[in-house]
Every structure is written in structure tokens, then in C-alpha cells.
């Protein structure tokens, strides 16, 4: 790989590894099984550098914010590219988030320039938040012939133009970055009250990418699979900054379909994937079907290998090994496979052993968007399935605070935390104190040096998904019912069952609603919920409500005391008092 | 000429039954397929396949985005006949 401390920016590291590798391929799109597109190092910059070089025409200059709404596709990297490639700060966003979510950190972000997909375009169009564009560039990829587009330009015709149209000519400008300045504003959670936008640097990104690669070290000819949205801080380092800076391949699939992913393992012999637990899941409930269909006398003899294999590697992992005693299971993924990463949620033991146990790592850990994504990860030196794993080389992890049981937050420092949340000071000073990140997690360090996760200090929620959910946002939907008060709290906080299944279980999301005194529950009240309910993404929806006899706990500045609330509640009522909805 | 939207809503009832081993007629128009079927998203991005095949279009993923009824999810596929 390249020595990244070497480099200032991505862009220079990102341009010096294209040169590098040129006839490696470093990227495959599949859809539906259908290949759609391969190209090397160095097609990748014939694709990369016109589109660069239409951006310079176009205006997007030295620290120009470049925001991109995709799908996990060709043109998000190359899209990306350009633009770091120009000096520009990417603004990489959840597609999956609502087109009123979009406008809205758009507007935040201050975001000049805009790549996205026709259908998410087309929706931001029909948003009643639609503002007027014209001061923006947009570029729209994939547009039907006939479609309009407002003001938005075609990706493809502004790719191929290449600046000619004001009279460019010879290769785009490479604008030089210091490790100091901005790389990516990355939103740590949807809009709502507060938009959390991440400002990283160049320095983040090399550090991080230094720090992982010399763990889990990518080659040229190894293969990651990128299924988590590349907005994502995960994928964007695992798949796209770690395996270009050392000449291995991204394949991209435009369908998550399981039945596709699976294929994508044995067609792309795939080296490393990250996935969020909810996939894994799915993976092992299609293995465990498949192992209960065996006839009796193969299924004896695969458990007496599993046996065989699970005695072998029980300190320490041999791929050898496990792919010779169990290769139908290995040959199933591919036969290439050396370790998948989950993170993002909190995953569940037995879903990580029982992968052990067939000789295929999960390697969990522990991220943050403002740590830089990942601040541990498991090393299976030796194996554990029940913590994320010790810290990466570079950070720094303490408990502040820790009580008798050595439990406290966990706060990190390292040259991967980022610079400051985006035009947010408050915020800032209340999370980075004295260069110590405060995570608002709680956590302790077991003797062998790994942490253990115990559950958030802080109203996040993270959905079995991945996604991270703040109570305040999805509040706002439900802002205005006809009651006196709401508050959303995932019910696993109020009623904790038992820490395994704290950490492992869905969440369920619930509304709390207080009436006014003496008011009977309005009619019309859980058809307006569900009303407003609906018009969430699926993972923020609320699964059921309690009604609440009491006024809210609030702050000085009318914040509810969440936690307080949640007490109170838990003192008084079971979780049979929820409705469901 | 497409078809009914009543006809297509019937046939995509009947293509999730069979998908998810359930009776045809306990589901209806306006379920919520994740909380009727006690399914994830995954596993209703592989009910777009059969639906696929048996409408002869191509249904990227995101025609599944922020759609939990049958029936939203009927008004789109008829978009595409």
C-alpha cells in the first residue's frame, strides 16, 4: 500500500495510488447478476478526470462543497474523486433519508455543487421544501431521455464534456490540500432539531485508514463488497480510501436484494465485506435453513467438522483449517473470504459465534462518525465474541469517570477525532473537552485489554439496522397533535431486559403522550399518528404508545429530562401499558 | 394497454402470500407488509424480484423506499406497465 503519511490530502494519496496500479481493476458494478461495469486504476481516471476538469469550469474551486446522494455506484467514487481532486469538500449524504431530509442539509451544509440519482432528484423536485436550485450546480446521473430536470444537467453529457465548453483544454488542475483542512461534512443523524454535521479533515481520514489497513490489510487483487451506503463513514474508508490506497477492488451492487448478495460472494470471490447486523442475520438464517434441509447422515457428519473446527480455532482463527474442514460453507462465500466487519449497531454474541464456529471472522467493533468511524475492533488475538474488540493503533480509549465496577463514558483521542461539528460551537465544546472525544457511551475495560459496551448515555438509538435514531427528530413529526405533550424513547431504555438482550434486540420505538388534565384520549388521535407515522422512513416509525398521567421533566431550557422521565415511567408502569400501534 | 390497478393490487397480494406462506385473503390493500408479514426490509427487497418476474419490469430497490402498504407499493409497479 501507499505510505499514507506521506501524503497531505486524499486527493494526492487517491491520484498517486491510480497512477500506481493502473491495469488493477478497481471496480466492478453488478446488477442483478449482470455485470455492468470493470474498470482499472487508470480507466477509472479517464472516466474521473474530464468530469474533474467540468467541475473546475464549472466553478467548483478550493473548498467548494460538493455534496453527492447516491446509491453505492461507479459514479459516487469517480463523482468523489473530481471533486477531492479539485480541492473541493465532500458533503457525502444518505440517499435513503426523505427528499425534505435532503433539502434540508443541503441548506445546512451550504453545499454548492450536487451529484445525485434521477429518482432522488425527482422527488427533491416534488418536495414542498423544493427551493430554487439556480445558484447550485446539479448534476443528475441515469435521467431517462425525456425527463425533465429542471435545472439540473445530465452527469453524463457534463462528464464527457470535459470543460470544453468554456474552452478548457489539457488535463484539470490538481489543487493541493493540507492534512488540516476539510475533507467531508458527514451527518451523524438525520435533520430534525439539530443536524450533527462532522467536519472531518484530510488528517482523519489518512490516520484512520493507516490505523485499519494495518490490521486488516487490503492488496491488489482482493475484492471488498460495498453494500452499507458509501455516505456512510464505514464504507466510505473500507470501501473506497483503504482499498484504492492499496490497489484492491470495490464491487458495487445496485440491488441489496439477499439472493444477489449472496451470488456477488462466489462471483467476485469477495475478500473482505461490512455489513450491519440485520444483514448478518439474514446471511445466518439462509446458512441455518440450509444446514436443517441436509439429509440426516450429512448433517452428522457437517456437525462433527463443525465440532472439529470450532476445537481448533478456539483461541485463535486458521482459515487453512476451517476452509478445508468446512469448505462447502467456505466455497458458499466464495472460498476467498477473510473477514466481514459489523458495526454501526450493536451486534449479538451468538450471531458472531455461530460464525466463528464455521471458521468465518465477524470482526465487530466500535465507531463513531466524530471518532473517524472505527475506535475499536476485534483483532482475534484472541477471539471474543462479546466485545467490540481493543482500541485500533493511534487512539486513545479511557472510561471517564468509571464507578466501582470500572464503568463509565468512554471518551477517545486520537488524530482521527473530528475537527468540530458544522456550524454548531455549542455542541462542539460539549462533545470534544480538553481534545478528549465524550462519547456519551458507556463502557469498561475487561482485563485482556478489550472494551465492553453497556449501553448510551446519550437518547440515541441504534436500530438493529444501523441506523442511529434521535428521539428529538422523529418528535418534530408529531409536533403539534392534539395533546399536551410527547416525547419517543426506544422502550429497551425505559424497560431494560436483562443486559444480552438490551444489547441485541430490536428496538422498539415508542410515543409517549400526556394529555391535558382530564382529557379523554381524542378519537381521532391514532389515526393522526398513524397518519404521521407513514410519512417516516421505515426504521424511525414508532411500534406503539403509552399515555402518561404526569407533566414532562424538563431543563431550564424546556429540554425533557429524558432519562428522568424514563425512570419515572419505569417506576410506575410495565411495558404491558404499551399499546401497540 | 396496463392493466386495473385493482388487478394488479390483487396479483401482488397474491405473489406476497405465496412468498411468505401465508392465506391470500388475511392480506389486504392497505397492510402494513412489515408489520402483517413480521417482516424486515430485506426480506421485502426479495419480494421485488418475484414481483419483477411476474410484471416483466424492472423494479430497482428504492421503488421499495419509505413504502410499507401494498397499495403504495401497487401505485408504483403500475407506474411502470
Known amino acids: 500500500m501507499l505510505d499514507l503519511s506521506q501524503y497531505a490530502s486524499l486527493g494526492a494519496a487517491l491520484r498517486d495510488a491510480l497512477d500506481r496500479w493502473p491495469d488493477e481493476t478497481c471496480l466492478i458494478e453488478s446488477d442483478r447478476g449482470r455485470e455492468k461495469a470493470r474498470l482499472t486504476f487508470a480507466e477509472f481516471q479517464q472516466a474521473a478526470l474530464p468530469f474533474a476538469k467540468s467541475l473546475q469550469a464549472a466553478g467548483v474551486v478550493t473548498g467548494s462543497r460538493c455534496a453527492i446522494i447516491m446509491t453505492n455506484q461507479s459514479k459516487w467514487l469517480i463523482s468523489a474523486y473530481a471533486a477531492l481532486y479539485v480541492g473541493a469538500v465532500l458533503v457525502p449524504l444518505d440517499y435513503k433519508l426523505t427528499a425534505s431530509e435532503h433539502l434540508a442539509l443541503l441548506a445546512h451544509s451550504e453545499a454548492d455543487a450536487l451529484v445525485t440519482e434521477y429518482h432522488l432528484w425527482r422527488a427533491m423536485m416534488q418536495a414542498p421544501e423544493f427551493v430554487d436550485f439556480a445558484r447550485r450546480m446539479v448534476l443528475v446521473t441515469e435521467a431517462p431521455p425525456n425527463a425533465d430536470l429542471g435545472a439540473a444537467q445530465r452527469w453524463e453529457e457534463f462528464q464527457a464534456n470535459g470543460g470544453a465548453a468554456i474552452g478548457l483544454s489539457g488535463e484539470p488542475e490538481f489543487v493541493p490540500r493540507q492534512r488540516s483542512d476539510w475533507a467531508c461534512i458527514v451527518y451523524s443523524s438525520g435533520t430534525g432539531g439539530r443536524p450533527k454535521g462532522c467536519v472531518l479533515t484530510h488528517e482523519n481520514y489518512l490516520e484512520q485508514c493507516m490505523a485499519l489497513t494495518s490490521l486488516y490489510p487490503f492488496w491488489p487483487g482482493m475484492r471488498y463488497l460495498s453494500i452499507l451506503p458509501t455516505n456512510h463513514a464505514i464504507d466510505f474508508m473500507v470501501g473506497f480510501i483503504g482499498p484504492f490506497t492499496c490497489g484492491a477492488c470495490v464491487v458495487h451492487l445496485r440491488t441489496l436484494r439477499p439472493e444477489f448478495v449472496r451470488e456477488s460472494f462466489t462471483e467476485y470471490r469477495i475478500t473482505y465485506v461490512a455489513l450491519v447486523p440485520m444483514v448478518l442475520k439474514n446471511l445466518e438464517r439462509g446458512l441455518r435453513e440450509r444446514f436443517d434441509g441436509l439429509p440426516k447422515p450429512k448433517r452428522f457428519g457437517f456437525e462433527v467438522l463443525r465440532g472439529i473446527n470450532r476445537i481448533l480455532t478456539r483461541y485463535r482463527p486458521n482459515l487453512r483449517v476451517s476452509r478445508r474442514l468446512l469448505g462447502e460453507v467456505h466455497k458458499a462465500f466464495g472460498g476467498e473470504l477473510r473477514a466481514m466487519f459489523v458495526g454501526g449497531a450493536f451486534m449479538d454474541p451468538a450471531t458472531v459465534q455461530f460464525f466463528y464456529d464455521l471458521g468465518i471472522q465477524v470482526s465487530n467493533g466500535y465507531g463513531l462518525t466524530e471518532a473517524g468511524t472505527a475506535v475499536t475492533l476485534n483483532d482475534f488475538n484472541p477471539f471474543r465474541a462479546d466485545t467490540v474488540g481493543k482500541p485500533l493503533p493511534g487512539m486513545e480509549v479511557r472510561i471517564a469517570t468509571p464507578d466501582a465496577e470500572g464503568i463509565g463514558e468512554v471518551a477517545i483521542r486520537s488524530k482521527t477525532l473530528m475537527s468540530h461539528y458544522l456550524k454548531d460551537a455549542e455542541l462542539t465544546a460539549e462533545t470534544i473537552v480538553n481534545g478528549w472525544l465524550m462519547t456519551g457511551d458507556l463502557g469498561r475495560f475487561d482485563a485482556m485489554g478489550h472494551l465492553q459496551l453497556l449501553g448510551r448515555k446519550k437518547n440515541m438509538i441504534v436500530t438493529e439496522g444501523g441506523k442511529n435514531i434521535y428521539p428529538e427528530d422523529i418528535e418534530n413529526t408529531f409536533d403539534g397533535l392534539a395533546v399536551k405533550e410527547c416525547a419517543v424513547f426506544a422502550a429497551n431504555y425505559v424497560w431494560p431486559r436483562g443486559e444480552a438482550a438490551k444489547l441485541g434486540a430490536k428496538e422498539m420505538l415508542l410515543l409517549v403522550l400526556r394529555l391535558e388534565n382530564g382529557q379523554p384520549l381524542p378519537t381521532t388521535l391514532i389515526a393522526e399518528i398513524n397518519e404521521r407515522n407513514r410519512t417516516l422512513p421505515d426504521f424511525k416509525r414508532v411500534g406503539g404508545y403509552v399515555v402518561w398521567e404526569h407533566d414532562f421533566p424538563r431543563t431550564a431550557s424546556m429540554k425533557i429530562k429524558r432519562h428522568v422521565l424514563a425512570e419515572e415511567m419505569a417506576a410506575s408502569l410495565t411495558r404491558a401499558a404499551v399499546q401497540p400501534l | ?81
Open chain 2, 1 to 81: 394497454m396496463s392493466k386495473p390497478p385493482e388487478q394488479t393490487i390483487d396479483e401482488i397480494l397474491t405473489l406476497a402470500a405465496a412468498q411468505f406462506k401465508v392465506a391470500r385473503e388475511t392480506l389486504a390493500a392497505d397492510d402494513d407488509f412489515f408489520k402483517k408479514l413480521g417482516i424486515d426490509s430485506l426480506q421485502a427487497l426479495s419480494l421485488l424480484t418475484r414481483l419483477e418476474n411476474h410484471f416483466g419490469v424492472e423494479l430497482p430497490d428504492y421503488e421499495l423506499q419509505g413504502v410499507s402498504d401494498f397499495r403504495t407499493l401497487a401505485a408504483r409497479i403500475q407506474a411502470r406497465l
